[in-house]
T-cell receptor, first 111, second 115 residues
């Protein structure tokens, strides 16, 4: 069946370094892949999405890479800041745009 | 996001009780969703609605029901609560008419405990 998952449940990053959060997916038919950020005590917040016919998309301090050959998605955060500490979820959508979320990676930024 | 509100924010109830969680939005979005979040499992879709009177089951709808009587309101009911429904519940909205397919706006969540 389809599933969206993350490689590692936790990631510790030094402030100022770049972060890379990985996600594996199994549904090749998905139209979009999306990243959400959830800060403590809040609901998830949309970061960026990428269409399945693209392999890279950049936003403000973030880059999403899609490798359809190995069904791998990653989120790169440049110059990680304390405010980037959160749980990051990858998700996928197909057709009517319901989202299927992965389990999440907790990112902790060290000062 | 203050544009999506959920009530109550916390609720403790007993097994067998009927519980209703409310969601309201001022964003004017057409689509609304209910998710539950459990540790280590991410978010799972319970029900979703693409417009008033439109109701669709998600992946874990058993034991839940919803009502969308107005565009701005989407309520989730647990007809007879059981302990494994203890979770964090989120309401979300999206604006399909603007083509923003994947950007959902989440409320602050309702923490429900069923004893």
């Amino acid at each position: 069946g389809e599933s969206v998952g993350l490689h590692l449940p936790t990631l510790s990053v030094q402030e100022g370094d770049n972060s890379i959060i990985n996600c594996a997916y199994s549904n090749s038919a998905s139209d979009y892949f999306i990243w959400y950020k959830q800060e403590s005590g809040k609901g998830p917040q949309f970061i960026i999405d990428i269409r399945s016919n693209m392999d890279k998309r950049q936003g403000q301090r973030v880059t999403v890479l899609l490798n359809k050959t190995v069904k791998h998605l990653s989120l790169q955060i440049a110059a990680t800041q304390p405010g980037d500490s959160a749980v990051y979820f990858c998700a996928e959508s197909k057709g009517d745009y319901k989202l299927s979320f992965g389990a999440g990676t907790t990112v902790t930024v060290r000062a | 996001d203050a544009d999506v509100t959920q009530t109550p924010r916390n609720r403790i109830t007993k097994t067998g009780k009927r519980i209703m969680l409310e969601c309201s939005q001022t964003k004017g979005h057409d689509r609304m969703y209910w998710y539950r979040q459990d540790p280590g499992l991410g978010l799972r879709l319970i029900y979703y609605s693409f417009d008033v009177k439109d109701i669709n089951k998600g992946e874990i709808s058993d034991g839940y029901s919803v009502s969308r009587q107005a565009q701005a309101k989407f309520s989730l009911s647990l007809e007879s609560a059981i302990p494994n429904q203890t979770a964090l519940y989120f309401c979300a909205t999206s604006d399909f008419t603007r083509g923003a397919h994947n950007e959902q706006f989440f409320g602050p969540g309702t923490r429900l405990t069923v004893l």
